[in-house]
């Protein structure tokens, strides 16, 4: 049986398996894919999961709950790719059952590619579920921001990066290393997080004594710091966002952004259709996103028998 609900309930052999659970409970095997809020969990019955390090390091930062790692034997953790620390859980039976949790099967300066595996049930995410959302080679169009960072950069000025504060933030962070960078406070003590994991990453917050032109910030551009933003905007600023949703056409006004990336930590369309083709399963179950559509696409050009898994949905192990 697969029912969404608290997180995604997985019986498998007669043992109850729950991926990304808002309330941790001692009865179940409770696994977490990786540190994003809307993946933790919000309460806790018990301390013990199945997630990495740097996730269970994640939980204390931004839950403040000690939780204890635990191995399964049934559950295997795999590289995601999504943001560090990111998993895929596999869980091994009767039947092999893929949970993706978010993914990325793009090579990036922070994280690993998550790569496919074979199973009977491929639980996986949709967020870019549609054929519009291809996203270019990272490599390249991390390469064209850095052209465009040269250029401010050669004329003394500063650049404003637009990023999530866990995630792109830190694939900014590492590629762009060779910059004058400043951080928002909030990134500075995510990557203070990662470098006691031995990533390498700048926690030089922005200090306004610290502010001479040429460098570059990286900010969420939100709430409190919105002041900040325009302040450095009225100085000459240029500013760009870093966003999957920038295929999209108004995504540029939207953000109120000079110019806007996509780059995401999400698979494109394309990758969620050959990762699921490569993993060759008997059934698949799409969450958030465009579920319905990837679904649909799945059905009908790879012949699998997919569907969208909404809250509080039963579905049998026979896949109907």
């Known amino acids: 049986m697969i029912q969404h609900g608290n997180g995604i309930l997985v019986e498998v052999d007669g043992r109850k398996f729950r991926f990304d659970p808002r309330r941790v409970n001692q009865d179940d095997t409770c696994m977490i894919s990786h540190a994003h809020t809307d993946h933790l969990p919000t309460s806790f019955r018990g301390s013990s999961v199945v997630c990495s390090q740097i996730t269970r390091d994640f939980v204390k930062l931004r839950r403040n709950k000690e939780v204890q790692i635990v191995d399964d034997e049934h559950v295997r953790q795999l590289e995601a790719g ?147 933003v325009e302040s450095l905007k009225k100085k000459g600023a240029k500013t760009a966002a870093f966003s999957g949703w920038a295929l999209d056409r108004d995504f540029v006004s939207v953000s109120r952004a000079n110019e806007a990336f996509p780059v995401s930590d999400h698979c494109g369309f394309d990758e969620l259709v050959e990762f699921a083709r490569r993993c060759d399963p008997e059934a698949v179950f799409t969450t958030h996103g465009f579920a319905k559509e990837l679904a649909n696409h799945l059905r009908r050009n790879l012949g699998i028998q997919a569907q969208p898994l909404v809250a509080r949905q039963r579905t049998l192990d026979h896949f109907c």
């Open 82 to 228: 999504h943001i560090a620390g990111s998993q895929m859980f596999l869980v091994e039976g009767e039947k092999k059952v893929l949970y993706t949790g978010d993914f990325c099967t793009r090579e990036k300066e922070h994280t690993k590619a998550a790569m496919p595996h074979k199973c009977d049930v491929l639980i996986m995410e949709a967020t870019y579920g549609k054929p519009h959302y291809v996203f270019p080679d990272h490599a390249e169009m991390m390469a064209v921001v850095k052209d465009w960072l040269n250029d401010i950069m050669r004329a003394d000025g500063i650049a404003v990066l637009y990023a999530y504060p866990l995630g792109k933030s830190q694939e900014l962070s590492a590629y762009l290393r060779d910059f004058p960078l400043l951080l928002h406070g909030a990134i500075a003590e995510n990557n203070r997080l990662l470098r006691a994991h031995g990533m390498t990453l700048s926690d030089v917050e922005y200090d306004q004594h610290l502010a001479i032109p040429p460098f570059v910030y990286i900010t969420s551009g939100l709430g409190r710091d919105l002041a900040r």
